[in-house]
């Protein structure tokens, strides 16, 4: 197996397998999401980039779909931002 | 035949607004529209309150207007939010324009006041380094307008109004129209059709002229005013087939409206991808930071410009009970609540608080 | 200078890939896009740190591996013009110049509303078979599965592979339906192996037909569903629920393309002849696109528009007997998975029907169509665009979605911007 991604999500860092998404990653943390426009938390439901329900911010980013990006080395990830 | 003191064609924000000011006047009033309440212009629309002032007619009816939208401010539904209207020189000829806008401005009762440098870039971090400076106008406001329009429609049917959900297809040679379903109903007919006036009044030329709008998704902070550039004019008082313009606009959800676009001859609503590229590519000079956001939408929407730029409001000329409210171009959505208490009191023979001489429809001789 | 292409694909599900493959095969100049960052679409999504099954290898393999074919991973389509499509990908929007485009953009869940459903933890089935090859952490989560279709069990399979405690699967369709789906099944032997398979892996699991779940519930997210079944209801107590009614085709980009497009139930899928050509010419379409047909009717369907699009019209008729085959299955998934009508009306006044305005269904009533709602509610306007909430309106019979613009996804500013150079000759 190759060697862990490491990124940093809401600050703290995490080492995962190449390949995962960063919804996944998120969620092996266990950290929240999104809220919505009414203040109600929200997480992935489509798994597959048409809900909209997993963005979070990356990399300075607001607005970017989890589901839909691998993780990269070194990613600034940001939920509820 | 039902018979009323009033019949209004058509709910955009005008018709909407002659409506429930004819009705708390006491006016028995029907509504006739066969689409979705401000579902015309009035939906596309950007619902920058402004006071427009490159035409003194075009800023009085302006300025009048502006009064009457204090009345919305605390209201919830209307999305009413005065995040003032800032306006940037790109160039030292742009600044150049400042005193004699203030001017104009302060002849009218509007207050603004230049901004340097310095402070433009307090008021908008985001906008692109080495702009001249501006013009600030604190008490431009933005608002919803289909949501107004609807609002101004509820109120007048709590007051009695009829509403027809049907389209008028003929006014009649004495008072009263012919709507789609054949029936007839009787009264004075008040004609705020937008771009659609020439097919019920043939003789007021109206020209559709296109505008293309984007939305992105949320975004707060990133804008703060609304910010046009000084330039706006030269697009909008243009005679060019086509023409953009910067202009952005901070939605209270945090979203960012983006324009603006115009285009004569353009006649379908479809999204015209390289009119959008000039649009935003316009907007990226003053607002690099524009160019990550995500677009959510895009739309197009017609304004109606009458022969000489100035919305039709009084009595049809040779017509003893036919009245219009119709063409105001890129300005209706500010402009709506005025119109309708000046021709409101047209009908009523009150004297409206305005001049009313520089809209008669009378003007454009046929 | 923008990329043109003799055949450009849209989706690199099995259709796309199919199609990719069968044109290069005729020394077509081949474009490949997808939006995610593997080949394979729904079906042969690839898992972190395990190799897929050996079809979907060989059918990846014979499209991405063939000299002919350029594959643009993360790379969507969100505009089009006469003869070229914009797209965006990581690195900006550019135009791809095309002389003929198949459209194989697959399907999406069709997301039924019902109390609790916006919780964290309440995910679509396919939605949490797609999150858990990605990586989501399901060891020792307790999973309630429900909804309708196979693709429960594909679903449930995925999870349980994951390590999840599998509590349920909870079936809509009547067992009366589902043993006549299975007596029928001999027919098509690759769909029986296929089933007796995820039956084996499944072993243990109750699966229960004609239950519904009514409600989830829980605090700051999910623990626990209530469902509806023959003898009547049950609550369990969960830490995930994924739940999903089907497949929709994803027909937006087809629509902006002028394609004609026909009615199946509530949802639009693109109408095709037997060559897999649309209404516009030069543009096929294959796959889901062009009814919910599963993995089988993909691939044929790739390959007869792939051999069509390079001008082979003899590999596109070879194809067609097992096309028909393949799609009879289709018909028969339709039948015997009818949705129940409680499963329409599961959502009450105040649920959310808009997940991203969070507009509630009792906002909606007197409206006849979208833009109405839209204007009045802000019903669709977010950044799915109305994909989620305008299948569910459809499907519960309240007004279909509205026509497709730009951009089909939200996209950068900037993309919206590039500049449509003059092509570069394939
Ligand atoms: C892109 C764009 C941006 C704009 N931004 C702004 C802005 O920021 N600020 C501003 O002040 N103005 C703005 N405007 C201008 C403003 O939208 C219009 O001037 C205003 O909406 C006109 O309102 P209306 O009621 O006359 O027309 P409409 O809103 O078009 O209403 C006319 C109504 O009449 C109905 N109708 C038509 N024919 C018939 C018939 N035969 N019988 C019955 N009913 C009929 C139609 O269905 C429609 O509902 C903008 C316009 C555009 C296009
Ligand atoms: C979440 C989910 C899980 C599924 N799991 C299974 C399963 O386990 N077993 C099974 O037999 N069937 C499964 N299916 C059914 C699946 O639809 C078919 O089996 C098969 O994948 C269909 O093949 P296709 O090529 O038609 O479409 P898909 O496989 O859906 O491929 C379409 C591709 O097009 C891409 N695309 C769409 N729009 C755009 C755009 N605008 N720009 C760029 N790219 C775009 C998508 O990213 C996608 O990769 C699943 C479906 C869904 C929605
Ligand atoms: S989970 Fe639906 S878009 Fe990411």
């Not at chain 3, 089907?246 to 002849?273: F, K």
Request: positive net charge.
């Amino acid at each position: 197996m190759s060697a862990p991604v490491r990124l940093q999500i809401n600050g703290h860092g995490v080492e995962v397998p190449p390949g995962t998404s960063v919804a996944a990653a998120i969620a092996r943390l266990g950290l929240p999401f999104r809220r919505s426009v009414q203040g109600h938390w929200r997480a992935p439901l489509c798994g597959i980039g048409v809900c909209f329900e997993c963005r979070v911010r990356i990399d300075g980013l607001a607005q970017q779909r989890a589901c839909m990006l691998p993780v990269r080395e070194g990613m600034q990830v940001w939920t509820d931002a | 035949m039902k018979s009323y003191d009033l019949i209004v064609v058509g709910a955009g924000i005008v018709g909407a607004a002659c409506a429930d000011c004819a009705s708390e006047a006491g006016l028995r009033v029907a509504l006739v529209e066969p689409g979705p309440i401000g579902g015309g212009a009035t939906a596309a629309a950007m619902g920058h309150l402004v006071a427009m002032d490159d035409d003194p007619a075009e800023l009085a009816l302006a300025r009048y207007s502006l009064g009457l939208w204090q009345a919305m401010a605390d209201l919830p539904q209307a999305e009413y939010r005065r995040c003032g209207t800032l306006w940037v020189a790109a160039s030292e000829e742009d600044r150049a324009r400042i005193p004699a806008k203030l001017a104009r401005l302060d002849a009218a009762g509007v207050a603004a006041r230049a901004v340097d440098a310095r402070e433009l870039y307090r008021l908008e971090p985001a906008l692109v380094a080495g702009l001249a400076g501006g013009l600030l106008v604190p008490a431009d406001a933005v608002v919803f307008p289909p949501a107004v329009a609807r609002h101004l429609v509820e109120r007048a049917l709590r007051r009695g109004t009829a509403f027809y959900r049907s389209g008028a297809s003929h006014i009649g040679a004495a008072a009263g129209v012919r709507l789609h379903d054949h029936s007839e109903l009787s009264g004075p007919v008040l004609v705020a059709t937008g771009c659609a006036l020439p097919q019920l009044l043939p003789g007021l030329p109206l020209r559709p002229r296109k505008g293309h709008l984007a939305i992105t998704d949320r975004y707060p902070g990133t804008v703060h005013h609304q910010v046009l550039e000084l330039g706006y004019a030269d697009s909008a008082h243009g005679e060019a087939d086509s023409s953009v313009a910067f202009n952005v606009q901070p939605r209270p959800t945090g979203q960012i409206l983006i324009g603006s676009s115009r285009e004569y001859g353009a006649t379908t609503p479809e999204v015209s991808l390289p009119m959008v590229r000039r649009m935003l590519q316009r907007a990226f000079r003053f607002m690099p930071v524009l160019r990550q956001l995500d677009a959510l939408r895009l739309w197009t929407g017609f304004r109606p410009v009458s022969a000489d730029g100035q919305p039709y409001l009084g009595r049809v000329a040779g017509r003893r009970d036919v009245w219009v409210a119709a063409g105001h171009e890129g300005l209706g959505i500010t402009t709506s609540l005025g119109s309708a208490r000046l021709v409101v009191d047209l009908v009523l023979g009150r004297r409206p608080a305005i001049d009313p001489q520089p809209y008669d429809p009378a003007r454009v001789a046929r | 200078m923008r990329d043109g292409y003799d055949v450009l694909v849209v989706g690199a599900g099995p259709a796309g890939l199919a199609a990719a493959a069968a044109a290069a095969g005729h020394g077509a100049r081949v474009g490949l896009i997808d939006a995610q960052a593997g080949a394979g679409g729904q079906v042969w999504r690839r898992e972190v740190a395990r190799t897929g099954p050996a079809l979907a290898r060989r059918g990846i393999a014979a499209a991405l591996g063939h000299p002919g074919v350029a594959w643009l991973p993360q790379t969507q389509v969100v505009g089009a013009e006469a003869g070229a499509l914009l797209v965006e990908d990581p690195q900006g929007g550019r135009w791809l110049g095309y002389r003929a485009l198949v459209l194989a953009a697959g399907a999406r869940e069709l997301l039924l509303p019902f109390p609790g459903w916006t919780l964290p933890g309440v995910t679509g089935a396919g939605g949490l078979q797609a999150l858990a090859k990605q990586g989501w952490p399901l060891r020792g989560c307790r999973v309630v599965i429900a909804g309708s279709g196979p693709l429960l069990l594909a679903a449930a399979v995925t999870a349980r592979r994951h390590g999840a405690e599998l509590l349920g699967v909870y079936e809509q369709a009547g067992g009366e339906h589902l043993r006549r789906f299975a007596r029928g099944l001999w027919r098509w032997p690759g769909k029986a192996a296929q089933a007796a398979w995820m039956r084996a892996r499944l072993a243990g699991v109750p699966y229960r037909c004609g239950s519904v779940v009514r409600r989830a519930s829980g605090e700051a997210r999910v623990q626990a569903v209530e469902v509806d079944g023959p003898h009547g209801l049950q609550r369990i107590a969960c830490d995930l629920l994924a739940v999903g009614y089907g497949l929709l085709p994803n027909v937006e980009l087809a629509r902006l393309l002028g394609c004609a497009l026909r009615q199946s139930g509530a949802h639009p899928c693109v109408d095709t002849d037997s060559r897999q050509r649309t209404s516009v010419e030069g543009i096929y379409a294959a796959g889901e696109l062009c009814g919910i047909g599963g993995r089988d009717s993909a691939r044929l369907e790739g390959a007869i528009a792939g051999h069509a699009a390079a001008g082979d019209d003899a590999g596109a008729a070879r194809l067609q007997r097992p096309r028909r085959h393949a799609r009879r299955f289709a018909e028969r998934l339709d039948r015997h998975f009818a949705l129940d009508p409680r499963v329409r009306a599961l959502a009450e006044a105040d649920t959310v029907i808009c997940r991203c305005e969070d507009v509630p269904l009792s906002a909606l009533d007197g409206h006849a169509d979208a833009r109405s709602a839209r204007l009045a509610t802000r019903c669709g306007m977010g950044a799915c665009q109305g994909r989620i909430c305008g299948g569910a309106l459809a499907e519960l019979g309240r007004f279909p979605r509205d026509g497709s613009r730009p951009p089909l996804f939200p996209a950068r500013l900037s993309t919206l911007a590039a500049d449509p150079v003059s092509f570069r000759d394939p």
